[in-house]
């Protein structure tokens, strides 16, 4: 049996984990950027006697709490009630700074303990967890660039529940990624077209057919990778040409060359509409085909989505030529609805709420891609679109 003093040891090391554990999924939220941050949902609800959100105002002992529900709660802060400063990304309170209310400001990202107060969205705080959106924000920004050097994707191919291995497609090529449970899920949501909509996930959730990014230690000969994080979400690809725009509704309707069938894409506000250049267009294109005949092109690792991180220009030489389309694309000017014409070529992936529908909301949106289409016909799948290497930042290397 164990003795007291180790038993307290356990209760006080089990408390430590737990609260750890809470605070590492849910102070610490990615998001596409340091706006985004606010709104982005948290990766576990409060549980009774916690409270957790953004700052929006601080005064005197009394901070104005946006939790990620969108409630206001105002969280009077006891005297003598501790207050902690957390680095993101830490699992354990012993590495916790003891801090004033002094040190916390709007945007801030708090986890506070206590009890309801005696009025509606008043609450009690007997203990305040904080993690500054300045150091979020760096924590991200360092995720960012990691994904951009180890991070690949593709559509799923196969998938193993018993080893957890799942089978990628990458173009031509074929990618095992093997998961374990200290691998992060997170699973974009159908209903929605932004990165930072995208929730905590499970391996149970991935199918085959799904769109796949993952990042993690590669094999030296590059066939599998073992995934730390992987992001995953179901979506349509489309493409074909332009059959009607309607610039009022924000609406287009073309007949995917893959299904036969005539599909209504909606445009809104976050979808990414780009124009691929045509020298860029002849390139990938070659690559289309040679991926069609058993050749190496068709997705090795992303290029950088910046000038700044080494990359070429789009339309430009070197390493964009052979770097991933969905990369190349985030890197392109962004255009509207107005800009397409009737006629054009494009390729889309989107999202759809309702299975029973035909109708898609895009997420990315292509046009210019006449070689490409031309290369594959068939929408084959050799070259594809990203749902989250969407314009200023995503979980690849943006949005990611």
């Not at 953004?54 to 005197?60: F, H, L, N, Y």
């Not at 206001?72 to 003598?80: I, L, N």
């Not at 991200?140 to 994707?153: I, M, N, P, S, V």
């Amino acid at each position: 049996m164990l003795s007291r003093s180790m038993l307290s040891r356990f209760r006080v090391l089990r408390r430590s984990t737990l609260a750890g554990a809470l605070i590492t999924v849910a102070l610490y939220v990615p998001a596409v950027n340091a706006n985004a941050m606010a709104q982005t949902p948290a990766a576990a609800p409060a549980a009774a006697g916690r409270q957790l959100g953004t700052v929006k105002a601080v005064s005197g002992n009394t901070l104005t709490l946006t939790t990620d529900a969108g409630q206001e709660v105002a969280v009077s802060v006891a005297d003598g009630a501790r207050v902690l400063q957390l680095a993101p990304g830490s699992t354990d309170l012993k590495t916790a700074q003891t801090i004033t209310l002094a040190n916390i400001a709007a945007g801030d990202r708090v986890l506070v303990s206590g009890k309801a107060g005696d009025s509606a969205g008043a609450f009690a705080a007997s203990r305040v967890i904080l993690m500054k959106s300045g150091d979020i924000a760096q924590k991200h920004e360092a995720e960012q660039a990691d994904w951009q050097k180890r991070g690949t994707g593709g559509i799923v191919s196969a998938v193993d529940a018993g080893s957890g291995a799942l089978t990628v497609s990458i173009g031509a090529k074929k990618l095992t990624v093997n998961t374990s449970s200290r691998t992060r899920f997170r699973r974009y949501a159908g209903d929605s077209v932004k990165f930072e909509d995208a929730k905590p996930g499970t391996l149970a959730q991935i199918q085959v057919g799904d769109q796949l990014r993952v990042r993690g230690a590669k094999s030296d000969d590059g066939t599998s990778i073992q995934a730390e994080e992987v992001v995953s979400g179901s979506f349509k690809n489309l493409s074909g040409l332009i059959a009607t725009v309607d610039v009022g509704s924000g609406t287009l309707t073309l007949k995917d060359l893959a299904t036969k069938k005539t599909v209504t894409v909606t445009i809104t506000a976050n979808s990414s509409v780009r124009s691929l250049p045509p020298e860029a267009a002849a390139r990938f294109a070659a690559r289309a085909r040679n991926a069609a005949a058993g050749g190496s092109g068709g997705g090795g690792t992303p290029a950088p989505a910046s000038n700044a991180a080494g990359g070429e220009r789009p339309g430009g030489s070197g390493r964009s030529a052979g770097a991933d389309l969905s990369q190349f694309v985030s890197r392109l000017p962004s255009q509207t609805i107005a800009d397409l014409k009737v006629g054009e070529a494009v390729m889309i992936v989107g999202s759809q709420s309702d299975a029973a529908s035909n109708g898609v909301t895009a997420v990315t949106l292509l046009s210019g891609v006449e070689p490409i289409l031309a290369a594959a016909p068939s929408g084959s799948g050799s070259l594809t679109l990203s749902p989250w290497s969407l314009g200023g930042g995503t979980a690849d290397g943006g949005s990611q």
